[in-house]
């Protein structure tokens, strides 16, 4: 049985290091006994240790690149998760282009349960479909799949910071002629250009009321070079792109050579994605999703503080 968890519609930052406690087992103890023949004590009896199941497996999918760096990219951030969370089993399959792929993922998983957090910025395809039907083809496997990572605030705060170390500075906003493009990699599913406008909404607000233009590498309009068109007929010549992209790529190069003026880095492994995954993955266990199936024994998934 699998399901989709819908974006709610407005989400608190998570709070802590996201470090779990849920799976700590107890240690095993002695209690002295009475003296045996040879005058040692021996131990009454011993307390068995209860240990809890294990914590559902994390499967990240990555979408998959030509570029050699997105992989790279994908296994920095999830290191940055498992050293979050060390005790988790992460994992990561890919939708097409890198090894390994997804069902070949969820096959080394074998059996147990899993959550499929997709590294994708909104909703669409990918998440919609491909996402369920491989979870759905893992049949010794109990799966769900989390939301899709944006939109989110650790995602504005993340585009934040690349633009600042791309040369942003506070004081640009308050320039008249400077604006931003956020760049995406675009889709013809209307709820993904939605999660892209709410995203330069939240970081328009980021930027202190500059305005933020959602535009597209492929399948939608406006693209970067039309929104930095319209930008500057509006006297904004000095225009950032952000890039909204996970991982460097064909995309993200495209819209960076657009840029009159700064492009900023994709998001990669900031260690605000990597507590962006691990908010996903725990939303999805914590009943955020709509009623999951009924488990055996009645037993439901329940999220890791």
């Known amino acids: 049985m699998t399901e989709t968890a819908p974006e709610p519609p407005r989400e608190p930052l998570p709070s802590g290091p996201g470090r779990s406690t849920a799976y700590t087992t107890a240690r095993a103890a002695d209690r002295p006994g009475p003296a045996s023949r040879d005058g040692n004590r021996r131990p009454a009896h011993r307390v068995r240790a209860t240990a809890r199941p294990a914590a559902p497996t994390l499967v990240a999918v990555a979408h998959g690149s030509r570029d050699p760096r997105a992989l790279g990219t994908a296994l920095d951030l999830l290191d940055r998760v498992r050293e979050l969370r060390p005790r ?44 369920p039907r491989a979870a759905g083809a893992a049949s010794a496997l109990r799966t769900s799949v989390a939301a899709p990572l944006g939109p989110h605030p650790l995602l504005v705060e993340t585009l934040y910071e690349r633009l600042t170390e791309a040369g942003w500075q506070d004081t640009d906003g308050t320039r008249r002629d400077t604006a931003v493009v956020l760049a995406a990699a675009g889709s013809r599913d209307p709820d993904s250009a939605a999660d892209a406008r709410r995203t330069a909404a939240m970081l328009s607000d980021r930027l202190g009321g500059t305005p933020v233009v959602p535009a597209y590498t492929s399948a939608t309009a406006p693209d970067v070079p039309t929104a930095l068109r319209a930008l500057a007929a509006r006297g904004r010549h000095r225009a950032a792109v952000a890039a909204y992209f996970t991982a460097p790529g064909r995309f993200a190069t495209t819209a960076a050579a657009a840029a009159p003026w700064i492009a900023a880095a994709p998001l990669g492994a900031h260690p605000a994605m990597a507590r962006l995954v691990l908010h996903r993955y725990d939303r999805a266990l914590s009943g955020a999703a709509p009623a999951r199936a009924a488990r055996p024994h009645g037993e439901l998934l329940r999220a890791a503080p």
């Not at 399959?93 to 390994?100: A, F, K, S, V």
């Open 88 to 131: 988790l089993d992460v994992r990561l399959g890919h939708i097409e282009l890198n090894q390994p792929l997804l069902p070949a993922t969820l096959a080394a998983v074998g059996r147990g349960e899993a959550v499929l957090v997709p590294l994708l910025l909104g909703r669409g395809h990918h998440v919609r479909h491909d996402l």
